[in-house]
Structure formats: C-alpha cells, structure tokens
Nanobody, 126 residues
Framework: QVQLVISGGGSVQAGGSLRLSCAASGYTFSRTCMAWFRQALGKEREGVAAISTGGGISYDSDSVKGRFTISRDNAKNTVYLQMNSLKPEDTAMYYC???????????????????WGQGTQVNVSS
C-alpha cells in the first residue's frame, strides 16, 4: 500500500521559514518523480516544485523561485520542501505527490501524479 506522510506544516510570521517532509512507503521511491503542490482556499491546486529520480529540479511557480528548495533523500524515502522568506500569499494546504513512472512530466499538473499525501496546512501571517 502506497503511503505519503507529510509533516512540518504550521504557522509562521512573514519572513520566516518552514521545512516540509514527505515520507514515502509501499513503492520504490527512488524510481519516481516527486513534487509539491499547494492549494489556497478558494483557488485551484498549483504545482510548486518537482524533483526527478536523479535530482533534476523543476520549479513551476515563479513566485517561489529563490525562496523554496525541493530536495530528496532516496535512502530515507523522503522528499523535502524548504520554504524561506515566507509570505502571506504562501498560505495554503501543501501536498506531496509521486508519479507512477520515473520521468517528471513536462508540466507540473496534478493529473500526472498518481500518489498523494494527506496535505499539511501552512499559515503565514503578516
């Protein structure tokens, strides 16, 4: 049974940092593309960042470039999202996701990801 368990969300003031972790089990983590998505209240889910099996990184959202960093530790079956210089507009439910294959899709759309974590809330106050 595939499981993606997210930890590390919470509340922080603008300018602060949080690190999200997503621990995977039930499949071969090292052979799948991993990504982070977020969904703010009343808005559509959007891709934040993705990382390939080999560590190639793609950022889908221009708003997080230079502030968020995705990484993975295949030995720990875990993907991370380091979020720095947080802004109130980063407030959202954050999800990790995995593809069923090795390659990251050309566009970071949720339809391309088969497995999903339960989500963790991130609140950034001004």
């Amino acid at each position: 049974q595939v499981q993606l368990v997210i930890s590390g969300g919470g509340s922080v003031q603008a300018g602060g940092s949080l690190r999200l972790s997503c621990a995977a089990s039930g499949y071969t983590f090292s052979r799948t593309c991993m990504a982070w998505f977020r969904q703010a209240l009343g808005k559509e889910r959007e891709g934040v960042a993705a990382i390939s099996t080999g560590g190639g990184i793609s950022y889908d959202s221009d708003s997080v470039k230079g502030r968020f960093t995705i990484s993975r530790d295949n030995a720990k079956n875990t993907v991370y999202l380091q979020m720095n210089s947080l802004k109130p507009e980063d407030t959202a439910m954050y999800y990790c996701a995995a593809t069923s294959g090795a390659a990251c899709p050309s566009s970071l759309r949720s339809v391309y990801f088969r497995y999903w974590g339960q989500g963790t809330q991130v609140n950034v106050s001004s």
